[in-house]
């Protein structure tokens, strides 16, 4: 009796391992059938050798989207929480070969999402259903943790880096204007830190050689603050004075300790693109673009001369590319609603993220600036 009760449990086990394989299986044909084809759009443009576009994602409505992150290898890492299929979906890839991973294969509504890298390894925090979630792929597939949320706090703002000693973090920012800081450490969360002195909305930060660098927003006031961490030492915060102030979207990159630029709008002028720049131990500020509309989405990053560029979308849903001192007019890519990325990968390339409201595509371009020089 004893050998038949094993032998029904293993038998048991093994119909249980089959059917979460079929029914994983299933969700991998799901977003097959549901994403439409990886198809290249080419575009060819004054001044641009070519726009090469893939559509990754068929959607609802604009998704929220992850930080853009390219490889040495040219491949694109991104992650996005699709609105049909209730789930986050991790893409990678390149040249129109890009694979789409289903995270998490219990449905249900999210909204923010988060990506990290290190080294070979693919790190994801999601919110969903009052919880914040966490997958890392270390093992060759994606497992998921979750972290409960206690007191039906709903989270405003996620951001996971990679520590300096590879122990995923995660930045937090809840209803009350809280910003929580959570450790990732042998399958658990662990309470790093919680800041409370001034209720924020938003927070950017960045893992340091020896620390971290943090930039909080401000909800009542538009200003932002800079944070800064070193490695067995306590967060310090500069709150007292503001690095940026009156400001409403904004988008930071961190260049190194000591030097970091943000763009932004301010609160009473969305026409307008704001610049500061910090470099060892000085501020300078620059009103980088003026438009005729207002402005609802942006992206910075650096050129290959460390040059500050902004990827914005006006009004109109039209995008426009700052480089260079000049304004790209990239409104062949056509309408675009919701967050946009960009990022440089290796010369001459950059590519896009945005949401297509024409087509409800979720697309990638990639732009050879080759010869950006014949627009001088």
Not at 117 to 132: D, E, F, G, L, P
Not at 302 to 330: C, H, P, S, W
């Amino acid at each position: 009796m004893v050998k038949n009760l094993k032998r029904s449990s293993i038998l048991i086990a093994a119909l249980l391992i089959f059917l979460y394989a079929v029914l994983g299986a299933q969700y991998q044909r799901e977003i097959e059938k549901d994403a439409p084809p990886i198809t290249e759009h080419y575009i060819r443009m004054s001044g641009f050798e070519s726009l090469s576009t893939w559509s990754i994602a068929s959607l609802r409505e604009e998704p929220y989207i992850s930080e853009l992150f390219v490889d040495g290898y040219n491949n694109v890492h991104f992650a996005y929480y699709d609105n049909l299929l209730n789930t986050a979906v991790y893409v990678t890839g390149k040249e129109g070969n890009f694979s789409r991973t289903i995270l998490d294969n219990n449905r249900e509504l999210g909204s923010l999402i988060s990506i990290a890298t290190n080294n070979s390894h693919i790190h994801v925090s999601y919110n969903k259903a009052n919880k914040i979630l966490y997958a890392n792929d270390n093992s060759g597939t994606f497992n998921n943790y979750f972290m409960d949320l206690r007191q039906n706090r709903k989270i405003l703002d996620l951001k996971l880096v990679m520590s300096a000693f590879n122990y995923p973090t995660l930045f937090f920012v809840d209803n009350r204007g809280t910003l929580s800081v959570s450790r990732f450490y042998r399958d658990n969360f662990f309470s790093d830190f919680v800041y409370t002195n001034r209720i924020v909305d938003s927070v950017y930060p960045v893992a340091e050689k020896d620390g971290y660098a943090l930039y909080m927003h401000e909800y009542n006031t538009g200003n932002i603050f800079y944070g800064s961490r070193k490695t067995n030492t306590a967060f310090r915060f500069f709150d007292n004075k503001a690095i940026v102030t009156n400001s409403s979207i904004y988008s930071v990159n961190h260049e190194e300790h000591n030097r970091f630029h943000i763009v932004y709008l301010s609160k009473d002028n969305k026409m307008n693109i704001n610049y500061t720049r910090f470099y060892d131990g000085t501020f300078t500020n620059f009103t980088i673009v003026s438009e005729d509309a207002d402005i609802t989405a942006l992206d910075c990053a650096l050129d290959y001369a460390a040059q500050i560029m902004v990827l914005y979308t006006k009004e109109d849903g039209n995008k426009y590319l700052f480089i260079d001192g000049r304004i790209i007019d990239l409104s062949i890519l056509g309408t675009s609603s919701g967050n946009v990325r960009l990022i440089a990968a290796q010369y001459p390339y950059y590519y896009l993220l945005y949401y297509n409201n024409i087509f409800d595509e979720l697309r990638i371009t990639k732009l050879n600036i080759s010869d950006i020089e014949k627009l001088k």
